[in-house]
């Protein structure tokens, strides 16, 4: 089993939509959680961390549930600009290990 | 501020030949990691340096080597490559605290092995 899992997607929305990705974690030691963004062909990029008493962004909000190990992103009135794969990130062990998901794709159209 | 530069951005390699990768963090930041990116798979952790001196087996390490040269400075050496090896190479840096930290990235070295 993956440390980190998503379902990859993709996600096809329209513009507008409201749109919610999962991201589940093995390992109940692990510490802190954060939710990147990756554009196509170019670096990964923090978008937020994720906190034990969730957090918002904005159009963007992010909650953990340490009990059942899983994290979500909820994004609001999507927007063209929000196409992008969207990483979550478990931070585990002492020496500030970052374990990637495989991402989730999502797709915003007109 | 240049954060996390890689070097090269590109490259094309020959079965068995060597290269090295260089990755330079101007930030300060004690943690350095090396990934590869292939489709379907997310960004999988090849070695990674708590501080200068110390580097530990990420998840999918056969086939390369490191040397974090110093607190700047995190190469990731391939020492005869293969074609399961073509991937796209980030570097990222990060500082250590308690209860885990952020990651800073390059912008990726695309690599083929043919």
Redesign the interface.
Known sequence: RKEVEQD?GPFNVPEGATVAFNCTYSNSAS??F?WYRQDCR?????LM?VYSSGNEDGRFTAQLNRASQYISLLIRDSKLSDSATY?C?V?SGG?????????TRLAVHP | NAGVTQTPKFQVLKTGQSMTLQCAQDMNHN?M?W?RQDP??????IY?S?SEGTT?K?EVPNGYNVSRLNKREFSLRLESAAPSQTSVY?C?S?P??T??????????TRLTVV
């Open positions: 990859p510490q802190s954060f170019k670096e990964p990029k923090l961390s990483l990130v931070v020496y500030n290990k970052l374990i990637f998901g495989a991402g | 943690s990691y990934y379907g798979m997310g960004l999988r952790l990674y708590a530990d990420g980030f990222a990060s250590q605290r209860g885990g930290t952020e990651a800073f990235f390059g912008q990726g």
